[in-house]
């Protein structure tokens, strides 16, 4: 099942900071985001494997509530490279144990910053 | 460079005729993948493999074949394209799926 991501979509002014949220109706073992920037593929940000683990990428963090089922995209002071489309994804669990081939992403966060 | 090479960029074809995208790792990862992207729907997978001859549906396999015979091809085939088929592709690989390289996208239009 998707992840929901949100908000749809944010408009910031340079400088300013955003939230991205991202849930799940069923339990999430991991979780990846990544940015698209109009035209190009999506690039990888950063993995948080475990409930409670915060990572950093440039000014850009995130953590991860295992029970709650969701995690949190952080944009601090952004910048104009920062505008995009941001997409979380859950990795569904195979048998036997954590499976990382079936990546399902949430329907994107479209991110726009102004000068 | 370390990269996933994806052919053609761009391809227009009739209902019916049997297509082959082309994707191609040079950076020995076992797990690659196949997303469609449409407005406002995101990337959906295909397919996806975990190493040669491991292949596996995504969520939206209908129409789609894929194969796995050496660790840096992984083509997507359609036998008999639709116009619901007309999407913007992507091909993706990753080391054990910690983190996917994607790569640039092959824009198809069935007509």
């Known amino acids: 099942q998707q992840p929901v991501q949100s908000p749809q979509a944010v408009i910031l002014r340079e400088g300013e900071d955003a939230v991205i949220n991202c849930s799940s109706s069923?339990?999430?073992?991991?979780v990846h985001w990544y940015r698209q920037k109009h035209g190009e593929a999506p690039v990888f940000l950063m993995i948080?494997?475990?409930?409670?683990e915060q990572k950093g990428h440039e000014k850009i963090s995130a953590s991860f509530n295992e029970k709650k089922q969701q995690s949190s995209l952080y944009l601090t002071a952004s910048q104009l490279s920062y505008s995009g489309t941001y997409f979380c994804?859950?990795?569904?669990?195979?048998?036997?144990?954590?499976?990382?081939?079936?990546?399902?992403f949430g329907q994107g966060t479209i991110l726009t910053v102004h000068p | 460079e370390a990269q996933v090479t994806q052919n053609p960029r761009y391809l227009i074809t009739v209902t019916g005729k049997k297509l082959t995208v082309t994707c191609s790792q040079n950076?020995?990862?076992?797990?690659m993948s196949w997303y469609r992207q449409d407005p406002g729907l995101g990337l959906r997978q295909i397919y996806y493999?975990?190493?040669?001859?491991?292949?596996d549906k995504g969520d939206v396999p209908e129409g789609y074949k894929v194969s796995r015979k050496e660790k840096r091809n992984f083509p997507l085939i359609l036998e008999s394209p639709s116009p619901n088929q007309t999407s913007l592709y992507f091909c993706?690989?990753?080391?054990?799926?910690?983190?996917?390289?994607f790569g640039s996208g092959t824009r198809l239009t069935v007509v």
């Open positions: 993706a690989s990753s080391l054990q799926g910690y983190g996917y390289t």
């Open positions: 994804g859950s990795p569904n669990p195979g048998a036997g144990g954590t499976s990382y081939g079936k990546l399902t």
């Open positions: 950076m020995n990862h076992e797990y």
């Open positions: 948080l494997l475990k409930g409670g």
């Open positions: 493999s975990m190493n040669v001859e491991v292949t």
């Open positions: 069923k339990a999430l073992y991991s």
